[in-house]
C-alpha cells in the first residue's frame, strides 16, 4: 500500500526537498503541494492523502488552524513539521488533533519512517521535545473536566492500552509489552479512542498522563478529558 502525502509549507525550496526525499522512499508518493494554510486544506479537500506534512508558520491561514480544519473534516492524519519548537506551536499542534510533530532538522530516514506510522495511526513526537511536552501537560493548571463518556466502557485491556499510549510507547512495543500481537493492538486503540471521543492517540497520550494512568495502576479512577 502506498502512503499517499500531502506537503504544506510556504518555501518552494523545502517543498521541493521534501518531495525529493518522499518519493525516493518506498511505499510513499506526494500527491500535491501548498504554499498555505488555506490552499492546504483546499488540496486535504480534493486529494484525501493519507498524511498531510504542515508547516505552522505560513501566510493567510496559519498551519495550526488549517491543521484543525483537515482533521474536524476528516480529509487525512496531519503530522506537523516544523522549524520552530516553540511550546505555543507544540501545543496548538497536538490540541489541534496532529497525530505527531517533527522539526525540519530531522533525518530523511525518521521522517519517512514518521511519515508511515502517522498513515498506519501511529502518534509521533521529536526526541527533543516529547518529555518537555508529557510534563508540561501533565503539571498544567487546567480546570477538570466531566469525564468523558464511555469511560466505563473500557475493558481491562483497554485500560492497559491506554496506559501504554501515555508512556508514548508504538503499537509494536505495546504488544511486546502486553504480549498481544500488533493487529491486535491496533484494535485496541481504535476503541479506545471511539469509546473516549479522542481525535488521536497524541490526545489519548495526555488523557493518560494527566490521570496519573499507568501501567502499575491501568485502571485509575477518574480521567479529564483534554480540550
Known sequence: ????????DDHEAIRDG????????DGVRVVGEAADGATAVR???????????????????DGITATRQVLAEG??????????????YVDGALR???AGFLLKSVEASRLIEAVKQVAAGEGVLAPQITRRVITAFAAGSREPAP???GLEDLTEREREVLACL????????????LYIGETTVKTHVSRVLAKLDLRSRTHAAILARENGLTRENPASAVLRKPP
Open 147 to 149: 469525564a468523558p463518556h
Open 75 to 88: 480529509l487525512s492524519e496531519v503530522l506537523v513539521l516544523t522549524t520552530f519548537d516553540l511550546d505555543e
Open 166 to 177: 501515555g508512556e508514548g510507547l508504538t503499537n509494536t512495543q505495546i504488544g511486546t509489552r
Open 18 to 25: 521534501l518531495t525529493m526525499i518522499l518519493n525516493n522512499a
Open 1 to 8: 500500500m502506498t502512503v499517499t502525502v500531502l506537503i504544506a
Open 43 to 61: 488540496q486535504a479537500r480534493a486529494l484525501r492523502p493519507d498524511v498531510t506534512l504542515m508547516d505552522v508558520r505560513m501566510p493567510g491561514v
Open 96 to 98: 489541534a488533533g496532529a
